[in-house]
């Protein structure tokens, strides 16, 4: 009994280990299986901030072609080392093409831009020459109806020294003056004054006279 007892105190020290190291190997199992998932999620976000870097490098490579126009400075040395733009060749030249004709039309642009204002600039001339012929058409006309207006004094002026002469002596006068003058103040006169001043003129003039006022007045 006393042996048996000893040769179980014996195994108890190993039975202890083994145990023991059982429970740590499944302690380690346990804690594998709770870091796994943080280790996942920390190997996903690494993965979607290098995809993201990536597209970052890619948008400001395009920007930058779209923006210069060049790929790489096709001409320098550098341009004959392939650089890593995310673009095949063929893209390439298209952005550049693209580039190009946005230049293109940015240039053409300009230059209606300038012809805009330089229309703008001969439109503003040509409203002020027009309103400068305009004044001036103004002061001809007031001009004309000023000398119209004395010429009517005028001629107002004559036919009242005129109807208050006897008509031989006006007749007289009338002889001697022009016939579109002689008509001018005949057919303002009264038709009593007239006629008496006609009938003492000379015959051929009188009639001259009369056959103008007839036709004047149709």
């Known amino acids: 009994m006393l042996k048996k007892l000893k040769q179980q105190f014996r195994i108890l020290p190993m039975v202890i280990f083994m145990a023991v190291l059982m429970l740590s190997v499944k302690l380690n199992n346990i804690f594998d299986q709770l870091k796994d998932p943080y280790a996942k999620r920390i190997s996903i976000s690494q993965s979607l901030a290098a995809a993201e870097e990536k597209n970052n490098q890619e948008t400001s490579e395009l920007t930058r072609i779209l923006e210069t126009g060049d790929s790489a400075n096709a001409d320098s040395p550098a341009a004959a080392k392939p650089q890593n733009t995310g673009f095949t060749q063929s893209e390439i030249m298209i952005l550049q093409e693209l580039a190009e004709r946005r230049e293109a039309l940015d240039i053409r642009s300009r230059e209606i831009d300038k012809k805009a204002v330089q229309l703008k600039v001969a439109e503003q001339e040509i409203d002020k020459r027009l309103k400068q012929l305009q004044e ?3 002061k001809l006309r007031k001009l004309i109806q000023e000398y119209n207006e004395k010429e009517r004094a005028k001629i ?3 036919i009242k020294v005129y109807s208050s002469m006897k008509p031989k002596d006006a007749a007289r006068i009338f002889n001697t003056l022009d016939i579109d003058v002689t008509v ?3 057919k303002d006169m009264k038709p009593s004054t007239s006629s008496a001043i006609l009938a003492q ?3 051929e003039k009188a009639k001259e006279i009369t056959d103008k006022i007839i036709g004047n007045n149709f």
């Open 136 to 138: 001036h058409e103004q």
């Open 156 to 158: 107002n002026a004559l």
């Open 184 to 186: 001018a103040l005949l």
């Open 201 to 203: 003129m000379n015959a």
